[in-house]
């Protein structure tokens, strides 16, 4: 059935600037109905995939097929999809009807019937009324919805967003990722959104692929992604994490025993089952998988490994807050999230803590080839 098809398809595709891989051999699919985040650094070729989705750069190999169609060869403004950029390309001397409007109207749409579409679009988007307000003057955040209003009113198969959120101030930020998220799922429409903000990516999709020199390292859900992560890549772009290089010195069933290079010994749990001992490995502890505490005895209760550490600073951010550790022995450092109980509010640099967390929560992985000497 026809239904079934994914409204996006890439099949191993391509892009190259001299030697440079752009995009690296690509396939995967999105399903109709989704939010799919493409998320990775700065250059990581995240941009060069959506402007091929759209049709603006042509692959050097490979195939998109957008609602079960190739669409090698076809030119932007035939493809069933539409673009939001982070400027957003209002035209200012239009007035916020007009631009909804603007590409019914290139089609030769009936102005009644424009006239009626942008309306309910407008409504939808909970501008109503707005149509004869000028650009300048809308906020932000309405500005931002009279161009997703302006895409979704053509009724594209996908709308692709690029940074979309990247030039509005934080809190429109995070007021704009649960409008976004409520707005996908009214419309139903396929969203592709691409950002270097893991914070947009997990809070706003239903899958996630993290990008990186061309490839996706992985693709999943966001849960999927921060639980599982199944790179050292991965473990450190998304979400916050304390890094150790070291070594194995034993390994039992999927339980690495490290030594980090600064001598912290430590167990972590390895997913992937390539590592032997020996092997030159990396460890990542998220700072809230750790248990703090003034004395061991809750530890010695339950048989889980501690460490003692010294305050090095208190970084108050809320319900964010974190404390930066040095552990004694091995100074190594560590960030850890504190409890939203209160119970360290009078914590104090340069006052020694005892910390600790369950092997199982913490993941190792084999050093990249770059590691090996550090």
């Given at each position: 059935?026809?239904?079934?098809?994914?409204?996006?398809?890439?099949?191993?595709?391509?892009?190259?600037?001299?030697?440079?891989?752009?995009?690296?051999?690509?396939?995967?699919?999105?399903?109709r109905?989704s939010?799919?985040?493409?998320?990775?650094?700065?250059?990581?070729?995240?941009?060069?995939?959506?402007?091929?989705?759209?049709g603006?750069?042509?692959?050097?190999?490979?195939?998109?097929?957008?609602?079960?169609?190739?669409?090698?060869?076809?030119?932007?403004?035939?493809?069933?999809?539409?673009?939001?950029?982070?400027?957003?390309?209002?035209?200012?001397?239009?007035?916020?009807?007009?631009?909804?409007?603007?590409?019914?109207?290139?089609?030769?749409?009936?102005?009644?019937e424009?006239?009626?579409?942008?309306?309910?679009?407008?409504?939808?988007?909970?501008?109503?009324?707005?149509?004869?307000?000028?650009?300048?003057?809308?906020?932000?955040?309405?500005?931002?919805?009279?161009?997703?209003?302006?895409?979704?009113?053509?009724?594209?198969?996908?709308?692709?967003?690029?940074?979309?959120?990247?030039?509005?101030?934080?809190k429109?930020?995070?007021?704009?990722?649960?409008?976004?998220?409520?707005?996908?799922?009214?419309?139903?429409?396929?969203?592709?959104?691409?950002?270097?903000?893991?914070?947009?990516?997990?809070?706003?999709?239903d899958?996630?692929?993290?990008?990186?020199?061309g490839?996706?390292?992985?693709?999943?859900?966001?849960?999927?992604?921060?639980?599982?992560?199944?790179?050292?890549?991965?473990?450190?772009?998304?979400?916050?994490?304390?890094?150790?290089?070291?070594?194995?010195?034993?390994?039992?069933?999927?339980?690495?025993?490290?030594?980090?290079?600064?001598?912290?010994?430590?167990?972590?749990?390895?997913?992937?089952?390539?590592?032997?001992?020996?092997d030159?490995?990396?460890?990542?502890?998220?700072?809230?998988?750790?248990?703090?505490?003034?004395?061991?005895?809750?530890?010695?209760?339950?048989?889980?490994?501690?460490?003692?550490?010294?305050?090095?600073?208190?970084?108050?951010?809320?319900?964010?807050?974190?404390?930066?550790?040095?552990?004694k022995?091995?100074?190594?450092?560590?960030?850890?999230?504190?409890?939203?109980?209160?119970?360290?509010?009078?914590?104090?640099?340069?006052?020694?803590?005892?910390?600790?967390?369950?092997?199982?929560?913490?993941?190792?992985?084999?050093?990249?080839?770059?590691?090996?000497?550090?």
């Amino acid at each position: 059935m026809s239904t079934a098809l994914p409204d996006l398809e890439a099949v191993g595709v391509a892009k190259r600037y001299g030697t440079f891989a752009a995009v690296d051999d690509l396939s995967f699919t999105v399903q109709r109905g989704s939010f799919f985040s493409i998320l990775g650094p700065s250059g990581c070729g995240k941009t060069t995939l959506l402007r091929m989705i759209a049709g603006f750069i042509q692959p050097d190999a490979g195939e998109i097929r957008i609602g079960g169609k190739a669409m090698n060869g076809v030119p932007p403004n035939q493809r069933p999809v539409n673009m939001v950029f982070q400027h957003l390309a209002l035209f200012p001397m239009m007035t916020v009807g007009e631009n909804v409007g603007y590409g019914l109207a290139r089609r030769g749409v009936a102005a009644d019937e424009i006239k009626r579409r942008v309306g309910e679009m407008l409504e939808r988007v909970s501008l109503p009324g707005a149509q004869a307000k000028r650009v300048d003057q809308l906020s932000g955040g309405q500005k931002q919805r009279v161009a997703i209003a302006r895409s979704l009113v053509l009724e594209p198969t996908l709308l692709l967003l690029d940074e979309p959120l990247g030039a509005l101030d934080l809190k429109l930020r995070e007021h704009m990722k649960i409008e976004l998220k409520q707005l996908q799922a009214a419309f139903g429409t396929t969203f592709v959104y691409i950002t270097h903000d893991q914070s947009e990516a997990l809070v706003l999709s239903d899958h996630v692929a993290v990008m990186n020199h061309g490839r996706f390292e992985q693709l999943g859900t966001p849960q999927s992604l921060y639980y599982e992560p199944q790179t050292p890549f991965v473990a450190g772009f998304v979400g916050a994490n304390n890094r150790l290089i070291g070594k194995a010195v034993g390994v039992q069933g999927d339980m690495v025993q490290l030594v980090s290079n600064s001598g912290l010994s430590l167990h972590a749990r390895c997913t992937q089952g390539n590592i032997k001992t020996g092997d030159a490995v990396e460890a990542f502890v998220r700072p809230e998988v750790a248990r703090l505490a003034r004395t061991a005895t809750e530890f010695v209760a339950t048989g889980m490994p501690y460490f003692t550490g010294t305050v090095e600073s208190l970084l108050f951010d809320g319900a964010n807050s974190a404390v930066l550790l040095r552990e004694k022995a091995s100074n190594e450092e560590f960030r850890i999230a504190l409890p939203q109980t209160g119970q360290f509010a009078d914590l104090r640099t340069g006052e020694d803590v005892v910390f600790g967390f369950d092997p199982q929560r913490a993941v190792c992985f084999a050093a990249p080839a770059q590691h090996h000497a550090d």
